[in-house]
């Protein structure tokens, strides 16, 4: 039976950390399905406009070989994603680890014998270090 995988992510400034995710998450499935953030979405949640827009971040995880199928994400509801995509693993930045919402997550999904799977982040690199450093430089001119 082939393992459906879920994970989600802006994906704004599409970076090594983001391919990291990716290429580990396929490892751990058959089939990997992506939600991608609106542009509304982000705008609402984290006040951050990004800074390529929707469309554009779909295509270009559309297009990493290790991702077989690109969905909008319009809102942060896992039980709503899993009613539509009915995935067996959900991937997850370990910073949300012992969290509340994500225990409260786990527990959710244990009834549907979904795994949860936490990565942890490559440190070096994320798109808020990038918008900082293209602040700078947009200021500096």
Known sequence: MKKIGYTTGVFDLFHIGHLNILKRAKLECDYL???????ELS??????EPVIPFQE???????????????????????????NLKFDKMFVG?????????????????????????????????STKLRNVLDKICSAK
């Open 33 to 39: 399905i992506v939600g991608i953030t609106t542009d």
């Open 43 to 48: 705008k609402s949640a984290k006040n951050k």
């Open 57 to 83: 971040r779909m295509e270009i995880v559309e297009a990493i070989k290790f991702v077989d199928e690109v969905v909008p994400q319009v809102n942060y509801d896992k039980g709503e994603a899993w009613n």
């Open 94 to 126: 370990d910073d949300w680890k012992g969290t509340d919402k994500w225990n409260q997550i786990e527990a959710d999904f244990k009834k549907f014998n979904v795994e949860i799977c936490y990565f942890s982040y490559t440190s070096h690199t994320s």
